[in-house]
């Protein structure tokens, strides 16, 4: 019924939260004010393999640069200088 302590139990440790800065977005540190949609590189690493555009989490853009990005994206796929699907 009754079960006694072990004596050489460790005492539980604390987990330390500490909160990670926020990195900037990518175009916010290189000051670029405008995605221009002929920059077909920069557009290519803003998609996958398949040729869908990256979230802002996984792409780590703000919110202003991904609308922007957004537009610019569409227009290159309009103008067929990227690919709708891979």
Not at 6 to 13: A, H, I, L
Not at 15 to 23: D, I, L, Y
Request: aromatic share 6%.
């Amino acid at each position: 019924m009754f079960k006694p302590k072990s004596k050489n139990k460790k005492p539980k440790k604390r987990k330390v939260v500490r909160f990670r800065e926020r990195s900037k977005c990518r175009f916010c540190r290189e000051k670029i004010t405008h995605i221009d949609y002929k920059d077909v590189q920069t557009l290519q690493k803003l998609t996958t393999t398949r040729g869908k555009m990256l979230s802002r989490k996984r792409s780590g853009n703000c919110a202003k640069h991904q609308r922007e990005a957004k537009r610019a994206l569409k227009r290159a796929r309009f103008l067929s200088l990227m690919p709708f699907v891979a």
